[in-house]
């Protein structure tokens, strides 16, 4: 029995052979027994079970948030997390922070010949523990098989559409001088646990993945005030990659503090012997709120009842001066300009 935590577990079902062979992937019995018992037992909903080539499905009037995302993180199990859960989590992320309400995924796997069919049924029932979770249906989705080799060992593809409710408008046009700028919880978690991992490192307390599906705190925030000027999960790139893409998009200037931050010491800890900036580290279950000033207190108050904002912080505001640039006050006082970095300092994060 493999059990995955919170709840879902399902037995491994008998299969004739124990990793995915080319023929998982030709469309003949192999392909429909890898579907009809790894797929559909995890992911079975009246939608996907009619195994139709696309789902039809009902969603109510107005504006729908649509989006898409690959996943190619290695290691695919990481301390706090897999590919799996954090496909579903991204993707239902990225959906929230337009303010909608995530509905339904697809999913495509790109499986190398050879992972082995006890690895692909445990992140298979990951995902389907996430989507439970957030309240998401998986209603279609593709499967291909390569050569070993073509790819590392599995790569995943998730999109999800999501309902937007009347009077909710979130885009990073939105942001005016004065607003202030909510960050719920640690920076770099995620890209350090994984790091972590590839480079052999151990620490007193083990370093674990942020992964987690927000959308319940975006609602939580939305209860409370729809003063909600923009919001961004700061993944790939980091606290710092998204904040300079709020300035860069609404033309204001962004101004934070580095006291106001928070991260854990363990985490500190690797980014300074990884000699990484954790500003640019990778986060997947955070997001980065600006809001209008008058409604800033009420609505951080109400994410620190949330166990996902319980550690959430004001930690700067929208101004009118360096337009289009982020600037954070140090430690010391001192303030120096936080760029976009040239390059990606943690590759096949996410």
């Known amino acids: 029995m493999i059990n995955i935590s919170e709840g879902f577990s399902c037995p491994l079902p008998k299969m004739d052979y124990k990793s995915v062979q080319l023929a998982h992937g030709a469309g003949g019995r192999l392909s429909a027994e890898l579907i009809d018992k790894i797929f559909l037992p ?6 996907l079970n009619r195994l ?12 729908l948030a649509f ?42 796997f790109i499986i190398e010949e050879g992972l082995e069919i006890e690895t692909l ?22 499967t291909k098989v390569v050569n070993k080799g073509a790819c590392d060992k599995l790569f995943i593809n998730t999109s999800g559409i999501g309902a937007i409710s009347s009077g909710v408008n979130i885009s990073a046009a939105n942001l005016r001088p004065g607003d202030k700028i909510i960050l719920s919880g640690t920076i770099a978690d995620h890209g350090m646990a994984v790091m972590t991992v590839r480079e052999g490192l151990s620490f007193r307390s083990q370093i674990l993945s942020d992964t987690a599906s927000l959308n319940h705190l975006v609602d939580d925030m939305l209860h409370v005030s729809k003063d909600i000027r923009a919001m961004r999960d700061p993944t790939r790139g980091g606290l710092a990659t998204t904040l300079n893409e709020l300035a ?11 006291n106001e931050i928070p991260i854990r010491e363990e985490v ?13 580290v990778a986060n997947e279950g955070k997001l980065t709120a600006v809001v209008s000033a008058d ?26 001066e360096h337009k289009g640039m982020v600037i954070m006050q140090n430690r010391l006082g001192v303030d120096r300009v936080i760029d976009v970095s040239l390059g990606e300092q943690l590759p096949r994060i996410c």
């Open 52 to 63: 139709e080539d696309q789902a039809t499905l009902n969603v109510s009037e107005g504006r």
């Open 295 to 320: 409604a800033a207190e009420k609505i951080l108050g109400k994410m620190k009842q949330n166990k996902f904002g319980k550690d959430a912080r004001i930690i700067g505001e929208v101004t009118e």
């Open 67 to 108: 989006t898409t995302d690959s996943f190619v993180v290695n290691p695919i199990v990481f301390p706090g997390g897999d590919i799996g859960e954090l496909a579903v989590n991204g993707t239902v992320n990225d959906i929230a922070m337009s303010g909608a309400k995530p509905l339904y995924l697809s999913v495509g």
């Open 42 to 47: 995890c992911f079975s909903n009246e939608t």
């Open 121 to 142: 049924h445990t992140i298979a029932l990951s995902m389907r523990n996430a989507a439970d979770k957030a309240g998401v249906q998986i209603v279609t989705g593709d």
């Open 248 to 258: 860069k998009s609404s033309k204001a200037g962004i101004h934070i503090y580095e």
């Open 268 to 280: 500190s800890s690797a980014c300074e012997i990884l000699g990484i900036d954790p500003l640019y």
